[in-house]
């Protein structure tokens, strides 16, 4: 669906050229929102990247804990979740379906529609030829299993599935680096970038 919203959107039939004088400015800008979906993975590729490797460096991207400017990005972040939290327990959701749902959601936009969007991209340029593949949509009973007790399971192994490991990998050596960085040389300002 992401993908065919991207095509539509990067084709001769886009909101924006075929709607004009057709469709409410309006109703066309709604449309962006899921039209361009597949490419927020880059704004999110990029915060979930960068701000580790800074700390790595020591560049401070966030007030620190103690400033009075960190209260719009923790207001921000715990209002965000407090309300998904609540939204997802009013309907006879669990906390641990809710964590689920989070991760799933990162896995979501930074791993397949990064793929989305290159593949996309690709094909616009001419790079790369549309195919069809079939996959297998069966649930066997162990699986429905796991989904009942909310327990995640990825299936078979995949290169869609590098790009989470990946990050995770970078963002554990940037946590151990700064982790050192406060016992070996006793620096509590590293520990106040870990804040956020």
């Known amino acids: 669906m992401v993908q065919s919203l991207l095509q539509l959107f990067l084709s001769t039939h886009c909101p924006l050229i075929y709607g004009d004088r057709k ?9 962006y ?4 979906w597949a ?5 999110l590729l990029y915060y979930v990247a960068v701000p580790s490797l800074c700390l790595l460096r020591g560049i401070s991207l966030f007030p620190e804990i103690w400033s009075l400017w960190v209260l719009p990005f923790a207001y921000v972040f715990i209002t965000k979740h407090a309300y998904s939290l609540g939204e997802f327990l009013r309907f006879d959701g669990t906390i641990q379906g809710w964590w689920n749902d ?5 896995f979501r936009r930074t791993m397949a529609n990064f793929f989305t969007f290159l593949d996309t991209t690709l094909r616009i340029l001419g790079f790369v030829k549309t ?3 079939v996959t297998a949509k069966v649930c066997d009973e162990d699986m429905s299993q796991r989904y009942k007790k909310e327990i995640m399971e990825f299936g078979s192994p995949s290169p869609v599935l590098t790009i ?3 990050l995770a990998t970078v963002n554990r050596f940037n946590f151990a680096a700064c982790v050192k ?3 070996v040389d006793i620096q509590i ?3 106040e970038s870990l804040a956020l």
């Not at 469709?23 to 449309?31: A, F």
């Open 102 to 106: 989070q991760r799933i959601w990162m």
């Open 164 to 166: 989470l490991p990946t």
């Open 189 to 191: 300002k590293a520990l």
């Open 33 to 36: 929102v899921y039209n361009l």
């Open 23 to 31: 469709v409410p400015l309006k109703l066309q800008l709604s449309y």
């Open 131 to 133: 195919t069809f593949d």
């Open 39 to 43: 490419s927020y993975c880059l704004a």
């Open 181 to 183: 960085r406060v016992i």
